[in-house]
């Protein structure tokens, strides 16, 4: 009885769903060509099976991913961790330029009318757009010098974020089945970010706009579609008109700086604190918005509420650092001012990778948990030196100096050598760290020896990047640590 139920229940479901699904068969997947690597075929074999599982159009797929290789450069690309980490300073003013800047204005007079509109409609700026765009494309002037199917296939191949970049494939796919873009226009960045917005396959799906209405979207080509699809993608994530993005404020002296922990506080509860607005004082309606403390480069450096756009334009690119230039731009589009108004302590000068990975090891044994030791800077071990500095009566600002390390290597009983006497380089010496210096990217200009202001500004850089202290002269110690920087 039991099984004739079951049976007349599966037919009537088979009824139920039409006729295509009476005797349904999945697809064969498609087939292909050794590339040479067996590894990667069978990677490729499997996955293309797993896709046409989940409803991908075989044909599509073989016309993706044939006649493909792994990419060396993208593997070397995924896995190269950078050695330094940029002060905020040089990061902020490495960005905020006035060639992008006179760029970004060129732009906006050429395509003012579409700007105005998309910012009309989806409530963004035309500032905050042009930021993003200029910051992840330069306008559309960086090149795209990868194929989105190739770089996506060696990173799922890879396998270190496989499920991710698969995942990443599969939209791709379904962006060809579709007809929103064509195989030739899937120019992407070696890791397989599309066109001059740099979305991802899966963002585009859910967030590219056909401005125009021509039928595709075109955010390789198409200075519309562009704006819309950045002006799109943070209307979707949250971002409120008309409210702010940040404020650079002033700190009484007296200050808790622990208060820069992140936690959202009303305008007028800062206020009640002591904190002052550079250049005039909230309105009335400001002072309901909610904003935290930021204090991008310590005590000692400029401090900013950040409202809730600020945290938005995070939801773009999971830094800081990326927000804090795209509204600088921004301001300044509008005609204020690039900078802030408080200088950067370069003086103090900031931590290299290695540093802050012996760092988070010595907070981790001291109690104060910064997380896994990677030798980068995050929330995590902002917390935990936070946590360090106030148990040790310090202004509790959350920011890594040279100084902090070495109180903190102190607490752990590790020895601290004291400062070598620097000497100054010969013109050989000169040269060698002229040429080390622009390989690692510093631009320290003809290497012939001698010391002009573009080598010492290049060796300044390089200085406070590495934590030394910051003289830009050529020395023994600088060239040592160009030598080990350099591999």
Known sequence: MARALILAATIALAVACGPSMVGAQTPEPPTFTSSGNADFDAWRDDFTRRAVRQGRDPAVLGRLLSGLTPDGRVIELDQRQPEFVSPVWDY?????????????????NAI???????????????????????????YGEAALNWDAQAALATLAYEGRRRAQFETYLLALTEMVERGLADQQQLRSSWAGALGQPQFMPDVYLTTAVDWDNDGHRDIWTNRGDVAASIANYLADRGWRRGEPVFDEVRLPSNFDYALADGTMRGVNEWEQ?????????????????????????????????????????RRYNNSDRYALVVALLARSFDGGSQRLETPWPTQIGSLNREQVLELQTLLNGLGFDSGTPDGLFGSGTRRAVRGFQSANNLPADGFPTADLLNEVRARSGVAVEPARTPRGLQRNGIRELQRLLNRLGYNAGSADGRIGERTREAIRSFERARGLPVRGRATDVVLEAARAAAG
């Open 273 to 313: 604190l002591g904190v002052q607005r550079i250049g005039g004082n909230w309105a009335t309606s400001e002072r309901v918005l909610q904003a935290q403390l930021f204090l991008p480069a310590g005590a000692q450096g400029p401090a900013l509420l950040l409202h809730h756009n600020f945290g938005v334009i």
């Open 112 to 138: 003012q009318p579409t700007l105005d509109a998309v910012s009309n409609r989806y409530g963004v700026p035309s500032g905050i757009i042009l930021g993003i765009w200029g910051l992840e494309s330069n």
């Open 92 to 108: 902020v003013n490495n960005r905020v330029t006035d060639r992008r800047l006179n760029d970004g204005r060129t732009l906006r």
